[in-house]
């Protein structure tokens, strides 16, 4: 039954008691408090919480459901259900309602399952939609209308019409029977314990996403004229190479071919435009007639080759720099001056990613980083596992070589290094080399840049680096870069087996686990049992073979990132420390604390982050780094 609680003046004329009958919010509370679980859902003015309001509140089960008009009702008697640790309060996209309701009613939610991040778990890797809409029509064979919810913007004092009515207490409905129909899935797939992780974690991204982070517009400004500015003199660069290569006289105007005093603003003249890929192709096929993408892989044999594709590559990169993070970044500042990032909970992976703005790929640059500050008498306080996803291959592949340099507090990638070169290692080793002595990090510099070389292919193992990548990332070709790769495995074959029972693994059942004790699913959706010995499935095998290899690591690793947030939220919750979350990237958390705490909060915060990586890489040898800065640092 749908119960209406409102006052006089919001009821409209046309009151339909056949369809809801009115009730008071005490009413609700006597209800909701007596109920084990609960569906929760709001509908808003718009998607921004800063200055947009929640305008109705709905709570209830499968036989009642009760529909608040925040307008003129508050929702503060609720308080006790939604912040209670017993009763389950179900959301769907709980990140959202979360915010509205902490910012409009001052009422943070405990205890919640979220059915969005639900599916997400059950169906990872399948690509499906995870939408309300997708999920009723799925599990409930029910087609949900969402121009409904669009009719909530500006309707300000006018009363519900029945169909929003309706509309709003059909989700709390939908929300407790798809829980219902998800919770036979998640014991058939035992994910109960990544289920119980997302739920928990997606309280501490909601407080992350509510805090926001505080922006130097100024600083940016500058550093954002300047990265715009070196874009368009490596532009001119680009036109300067076509106007004195004759292979590319067609793409230059006869006025100004071959002119020696032509000014550097004519220049622009060949009419090129570098940011179109069809134009760049007609160009560089000049070159390379066998070239097909200048965004592909064929572009890494040539960019050391002919000069102007290593300068567009380049080109590229700062171009990249300039729009994303130029002046079009403050579109991302919300009213009360802040960046509120939108963040992806789980990838195919596992892994985070973040949105509106991207803030995990904000340049490890500090003159980007030192844009965003603590406010007065606040501090940065970060803490990063040290080598996170190094540590997770080794505990994974127990090679003796890896676990040994850890144990010992070696340094793992001139260790590595060592053994993949030889003699070459020892033959370059400079007088007093600390890493001979020792085996820590020298400053012999070809020791430098042998050790690059395989702490290269070392961050590559998670991310399923082939020799087309490690070419470019170490200039290098491709056959140089093959024979780095098997060198590489044939000093640590422990690793290699490990990958390749990974990748088997994969192959075979068409799903790839993460460790204990998560044990996340990936599922491959062109998988099928004959496509394992079909050789002519060669590129799906190789697809799955690859994803099966890096989901593990990076899983592994997210899963530890997100319990230690859940550790950190839950210490600051209990003992009201004043620190607040507000961002993390990959296996980095990032809080800001009060700075007469700072020194006390960093060994909390270090030792919450090093219990939850022993929850994964039991071996205790996962470390974190704990600092205390004024700005938001790498």
Not at 202 to 207: C, I, Q, R, W
Not at 236 to 251: A, G, I, R, Y
Not at 308 to 326: F, H, N, P, Q, R
Not at 555 to 569: E, H, Q
Request: with cysteine.
């Amino acid at each position: 039954m749908i119960k209406l609680i409102t006052n006089s003046t919001a009821l409209g004329d046309d009151f339909n008691s056949d369809l809801y009958e009115l009730a008071t919010i005490n009413q609700a509370v006597a209800y909701c408090g007596d109920q084990e679980v609960l569906g929760v859902d709001t509908e808003t003015e718009g998607f921004d919480f800063t200055c947009k309001k929640m305008i109705m509140f709905q709570i209830g089960d499968e036989n009642n459901q009760y529909v608040i008009d925040t307008r003129h009702i508050s929702i503060e008697p609720l308080r006790q259900i939604l912040e209670s640790k017993k009763i389950i309060k179900i959301f769907h996209n709980a990140k959202f309602d979360y915010k509205f309701i902490k910012k409009w009613a001052n009422i943070e939610c405990d205890n919640v399952y979220d059915t969005f991040l639900v599916e997400r778990v059950l169906s990872c890797g399948r690509h499906i939609g995870y939408g309300l809409k997708d999920l009723c029509k799925r599990y409930l064979n029910v087609e949900l209308n969402k121009e409904t919810r669009n009719q909530f913007i500006g309707l300000q004092g006018q009363a519900y019409r029945d169909d929003q009515i309706q509309y709003g207490a059909k989700d709390v409905e939908y929300l407790c029977k798809l829980r219902n129909l998800q919770l036979p899935k998640i014991d058939e797939f035992k994910l109960n314990k990544v289920v119980e992780l997302e739920n928990r974690a997606v309280l501490a991204f909601s407080d992350i996403e509510y805090n926001g982070i505080d922006i130097d517009r100024e600083a940016w400004e500058v550093i954002a004229r300047a990265s715009e500015q070196e874009a368009l003199t490596m532009r001119d660069k680009l036109d300067e190479f076509v106007v004195n290569n004759h292979q590319l006289s067609e793409f230059v105007p006869s006025h100004i071919q071959g002119d020696l005093f032509t000014p550097k603003e004519d220049l622009r003249k060949v009419g090129i435009k570098w940011t179109s890929p069809t134009q760049v192709l007609k160009v560089f096929k000049k070159l390379v007639p066998d070239l097909e993408d200048v965004n592909g892989k064929k572009m890494y044999k040539y960019r050391h080759k002919y000069e102007i594709i290593d300068l567009y590559v380049k080109y590229k990169e700062k171009m990249k720099l300039a729009t994303s993070y130029g002046k079009d970044f403050f579109k991302f500042v919300s009213s009360d001056g802040k960046i509120h990032t939108q963040f992806n909970q789980i990838l195919d992976t596992g892994r985070v990613a973040s949105k509106k703005p991207n803030m995990q790929q904000i340049p490890a640059d500090n003159k980007f980083r030192n844009c965003f500050l603590a406010p007065g008498g606040w501090c940065f306080v970060s803490s990063d596992y040290s080598s996170q996803e190094l540590n997770v291959i080794a505990f994974g592949s127990k090679d003796p070589v890896w676990i040994n340099a850890l144990e010992q507090g070696q340094d793992l990638h001139s260790v590595c290094a060592d053994l993949v070169y030889g003699q070459e290692w020892i033959d370059t080793a400079e007088e007093n080399c600390s890493y001979m002595k020792n085996k820590s990090k020298c400053k012999c510099p070809k020791h430098g840049k042998l050790r690059t070389n395989v702490k290269t292919i070392n961050f590559g193992l998670a991310y399923g680096m082939g020799p087309h990548k490690l070419a470019d990332t170490l200039n290098i070709t491709i056959k140089e870069a093959e024979i780095l790769i098997q060198k590489y495995f044939a000093a640590f074959p422990a690793i290699g087996g490990f990958l390749d029972k990974l990748g088997s693994f994969g192959k075979k059942f068409g799903y790839i686990k993460t460790f204990p004790p998560f044990n996340r699913r990936r599922w491959f959706p062109t998988w099928y049992p004959r496509i394992y010995k079909d050789k002519s499935q060669a590129f799906e095998l190789g697809s799955i073979e690859r994803a099966s290899k890096n989901t593990p690591i990076q899983g592994a690793s997210a899963d530890m990132t997100k319990l230690a947030l859940i550790y950190i939220r839950q210490a600051i919750k209990k003992n009201n420390y004043p620190v607040k979350i507000v961002m993390t990237v990959h296996d980095q958390i990032d809080t800001i604390c009060k700075i007469e705490f700072a020194e006390q909060w960093v060994d909390i915060m270090t030792r919450h982050m090093e219990d939850a990586a022993l929850k994964v890489v039991t071996n205790g040898l996962l470390k974190a780094d704990t600092n205390i800065s004024k700005s938001w640092e790498k």
